[in-house]
């Protein structure tokens, strides 16, 4: 075959800084996406640009600013980063290899116009979300379909499967969980992942179906009964109904049923963030404690670990067959 093949593996995003200003940008951006926020655009613009944009930055940097890393990277961007020179690594100087995120930088825009000035002809891209959602991976695709319209002649593309039943990286989560905080009598696992808005679900939005189906194969992989653990939903803003249960009630209400020792596993990222080291590991500690938990453990997202980097190069080799 002529030309290079190319990979992206495409995140969602992150702010360049924890400030306001950049915080303000990457929201405008991701929030004003129809898919991540269908809500008619009369309705909806109003007041993202006159209550949201105003004031959320500046909370939102905050929150930030807590988990920003000394080398001045966000953690996402930091191990998306190094999730993508390790597949460089592994795949060869001959499959140019490139993080892009669906909002913020690396843009998408930009690293499809280097691989195209590189001579790419056939394009793998890997939306790194192992659930399928139109909010996440259905959005990133959309925008490659219409970024690639820009470049002639397109490339021969391939958008990868999700990887949300993938043996080698459930294997990899219970690597994780059985390094950082292992079954013992009388611990509870919390599933977290980030919700949705029920009426996705039902519009047809096969998220829900893959979260269960990875904390099912999860827990039978460390291996955990089913009164050892709960899946949960967590990220919920606005009044509409979202996915349930939600975790924070979880974190809540646990106490009172005698569950002291909890411990909470994201399984919907594959780098960890704002949603899981602030969100869960920092303020889901301190709801959990304050309402009388005892022990709360929090397991780090795949990130760099050898099981999950051996897990992605399986899937990018798998996803690649018949154009090596």
Request: glycine content about 6%; some cysteine.
């Amino acid at each position: 075959m002529s030309g290079l093949t190319g990979v992206i593996l495409l995140q969602l995003g992150t702010p360049q800084s924890p400030d306001p200003a950049a915080v303000r940008r990457y929201l405008a951006e991701f929030l004003a996406d129809p898919m991540v926020i269908d809500l008619p655009r009369y309705l909806w613009l109003p007041i993202l640009y006159g209550i949201i944009l105003p004031f959320r930055p500046k909370r939102s940097a905050r929150l930030y600013q807590k988990i920003w890393m000394e080398n001045g990277r966000s953690p996402l961007l930091h191990y998306s980063l190094i999730q993508a020179e390790e597949m460089q690594r592994r795949l060869g100087p001959t499959i140019p290899t490139r993080l892009a995120m669906r909002y913020g930088q690396p843009a998408l825009d930009d690293v499809l116009r280097d691989l195209h000035h590189q001579g790419v002809k056939r394009l793998l891209v890997l939306p790194l979300f192992p659930q399928y959602s139109r909010t996440t991976s259905g959005s990133g695709i959309v925008k490659v379909f219409q970024s690639l319209s820009q470049f002639q002649p397109i490339p021969a593309l391939r958008i990868a499967q999700p990887f949300h039943d993938h043996p080698r990286t459930i294997a990899a989560w219970a690597a994780r969980i059985r390094t950082y905080h292992p079954p013992r009598p009388g611990r509870h696992y919390l599933f977290s992942f980030h919700g949705l808005p029920q009426r996705i679900i039902d519009a047809g939005d096969p998220y829900h179906d893959h979260c269960t189906r990875t904390a099912n194969l999860i827990a039978q992989a460390i291996p955990l009964d089913k009164n050892q653990w709960t899946m949960t939903f967590q990220s919920r803003f606005g009044p509409q109904k979202w996915l349930e249960p939600n975790t924070k009630t979880l974190l809540q209400t646990l106490p009172t049923q005698g569950i002291t020792d909890c411990t909470v596993v994201c399984p919907g990222f594959v780098a960890d963030c704002l949603e899981t080291l602030e969100e869960i590991a920092m303020a889901g500690q301190e709801t959990f404690i304050h309402h009388g938990g005892i022990t709360f453990g929090f397991v780090p997202c795949l990130n760099d670990s050898p099981e999950w980097l051996s897990a992605l190069h399986e899937i990018i080799q798998n996803e690649l067959s018949g154009w090596q």
